[in-house]
């Protein structure tokens, strides 16, 4: 199965509160989980990744926590700002296919 | 400005008409993939290229969508006979031969048919 599936849809946090959004895959085979930012009018870029032997990776306010055996994923924003509030996309890839597999993303607010 | 490439920026097109649609990859990449954003959903993949060379288009509705990446120039993505349905943002990703799983986006073509 190739689908990536992501949830909330859609999230509304205060300022300085944490984000999270989950992801769940099905094919083992996917070897990097990106996380990608898209601000309106404007096309996806690469937030952060992790591959499937770390547990967790942590950049700045942003950590993406990996559980292999459940095939689950999630990106967390700590400190939550206005400037983030965008859409984001959790994927799959299959480095060696040169496949990437998107979710369906996730409009986040954040309020001031 | 080294990024991916895509023009036009917006396209209006009536039904029927067709649409072409323009990706320059970063300098140094070879592949090429489109992907199309329908409001309110995720990115659809819907082919991957290589230079003269489709690599994989199961993405890609059976008809009237086409895309090539000829030796020189752009990559194209081509609707004929566009219809509604077909009004989205598609984009155009690059990445290079030794692919990390990084894609390199560009800001998408915004294509409305009337």
């Known amino acids: 199965q190739q689908q990536v599936k992501q949830s909330p849809q859609s999230l509304i946090v205060q300022k300085g509160g944490i984000s999270i959004i989950n992801c769940a895959y099905e094919n083992t085979a996917f070897d990097y989980f990106p996380w990608y930012q898209q601000f309106p009018g404007k096309g996806p870029a690469l937030l952060i990744a992790?591959?499937?032997?770390?547990s967790e990776k942590k950049e700045g306010r942003f950590t993406i926590s990996f559980n292999k055996s459940a095939k689950q994923f999630s990106l967390h924003i700590m400190d939550s700002q206005p400037g983030d509030s965008a859409t984001y996309f959790c994927a799959a890839s299959l480095t060696g296919g040169f496949k990437t597999i998107f979710g369906a993303g996730t409009r986040l607010f954040v309020k001031a | 400005n080294a990024g991916v490439m895509q023009n036009p920026r917006h396209l209006v097109r009536r039904r029927g008409q067709e649409a072409r649609l323009r990706c320059s990859p970063m300098k140094g990449h070879s592949h090429v993939y489109w992907y199309r954003q329908l409001p309110e959903e995720g990115l659809k993949f819907m082919v991957y290229l290589q230079k003269e060379n489709i690599i994989d288009e199961s993405g890609m509705p059976k008809e009237r969508f086409s895309a090539e990446f000829p030796k020189e120039g752009p990559s194209i993505l081509r609707i004929q006979q566009v219809v509604r349905g077909d009004s989205a943002a598609y984009f155009c990703?690059?990445?290079?031969?030794?692919?990390?799983?990084?894609?390199?986006f560009g800001e998408g073509s915004r294509l409305t048919v009337l």
């Open positions: 990703a690059s990445s290079p031969t030794g692919f990390t799983g990084e894609l390199f």
């Open positions: 992790i591959r499937p032997d770390v």
